[in-house]
């Protein structure tokens, strides 16, 4: 029975191997001036390749000069599926948005609406409707000097944003914290939601964890990787310190094929104190990993509250990580405590985890 429920745990972890993460996202960030609009549109540059094809040759990889073929289309298609409105009304850019890209494979498009709205501004993203399903952007709309107006974070189901200039401009706290407590829940949730389909950092966690056989040590783990990616994903939200994902990805299969290996030859002999130093590491290395979703809604190039959205989703990630410790944990100390299970647990266990790091890795290297 043990070995039976052993592999059926294992069986679920391989179901989803190749959705180590969450469905894309997005950011708008509009800023009214006293002339004009503009407007910066960022998203992962796969979110836009399934309607602007960028590998004009078919060869499996995207060059520089076929991106660069490619801004106009990306541009016009940007401009097609966003609707805004000044006032009420229907307006269209005055020219054809820029296009750029990044090293964390983002583009952002720039755009420019000519005149100034008196009493109101709206945006509705009617292409997200397209992308796959869960796929969020998160709005900002400020003034010249950087005073937030208002955001939101729109979904297919909620797909709009209008604020009301007249009230927006009032300095009523209330609303102010309306927008405050929408934007700390929303990024909280992203957390939870990030660290539940993070399959990759769910079984480096796990990983971590199979070896032990109380709470303590578990706990101690737990900290260490909590201490760890907090600062790096710090340090990456505030643009303090950037590596490419074409880096961090890789590493973060590696840590776990590491930690599997590890246990396979080590076994019971791996003490408290140096998992704890390896999970410090490593957790470093996941951070970065985290941070990878705040920048592909372009939030680490916020000009202002860049705070709120960091914390939340860091203790989002949190929240999601004990409530699967929670749950994992005393299936992991029951099994130890079995005599036909514990003799297979690790070994098997980290056997798995290695053949899934493994692939992760060659996905994230030779097969990218």
């Known amino acids: 029975m043990a070995k039976k429920l052993i592999g059926f745990i294992f069986l679920l972890a391989q179901i989803q191997i ?12 509009i800023t009214v001036k006293p002339e004009s609009v503009d407007a910066k549109i960022t998203f992962a540059v796969q979110d836009i390749e399934a309607f602007v094809p960028m590998d004009s040759d078919q060869d499996a990889e995207v060059t520089t000069a076929e991106r660069d073929a490619a801004k106009p289309g990306i541009s016009t298609y940007v401009a097609n599926e966003l609707k805004f409105q ?26 420019q609406f000519a005149g100034a709205p008196a009493t109101s501004i709206g945006i509705e993203s009617k292409f997200l409707n397209k992308l796959p399903p869960g796929h969020k952007q998160y709005v900002t709309i400020k003034d010249a000097s950087g005073r937030e107006l208002g955001k939101k974070m729109l979904t297919q189901q909620a797909n709009a944003l209008e604020v009301n200039l007249k009230t927006s401009a009032e300095p009523v706290s209330a609303e102010t914290e309306k927008h405050s407590t929408s934007t700390f829940t929303d990024f909280l949730k992203l957390g939870i939601e990030h660290i539940l389909t993070g399959y990759d950092h769910l079984l480096f966690l796990f990983s971590l964890l199979v070896v032990t056989r109380n709470v303590w040590p578990a706990i101690k783990i737990i900290t260490f990787f ?19 994902s074409t880096i961090v990805e890789p590493l973060i299969a590696a840590s776990i094929v590491y930690v599997g290996l590890e246990n396979i030859i080590r076994g019971d002999k791996v003490s408290t104190k140096s998992r704890c130093i ?24 916020i000009e202002t509250g860049i705070l709120v959205p960091l914390f939340s989703f860091n203790l989002g990630v949190e929240l999601g990580q004990i409530t699967v410790a929670s749950i994992v944990l005393p299936l992991i100390w029951w099994l130890h ?5 514990r003799r297979y647990l690790v070994p098997t266990g980290s056997t798995l985890t290695c053949i899934a790091g493994t692939y992760w890795l ?5 097969l990218s």
């Open 18 to 29: 190749g959705l180590a993460h969450p469905p894309g996202l997005s950011s708008a960030d």
């Open 362 to 366: 060659l996905e994230r290297t030779i």
């Open 226 to 244: 909590t201490i760890a990616h907090s600062i790096t994903l710090a340090l990456a939200g505030l643009n303090i310190v950037d590596i490419p």
């Open 86 to 111: 000044l006032d009420g009304v229907e307006t269209k850019a005055i020219a054809p948005g820029t296009v750029n890209f990044d090293n964390q494979n983002n583009a952002t498009v720039d755009f």
């Open 337 to 341: 405590k079995k005599e036909g299970a």
């Open 278 to 301: 390896l999970t410090f590491f490593f957790g470093l290395i996941h951070g970065f990993g985290f941070a990878g979703v705040l920048r592909e809604m372009g939030i680490s190039s």
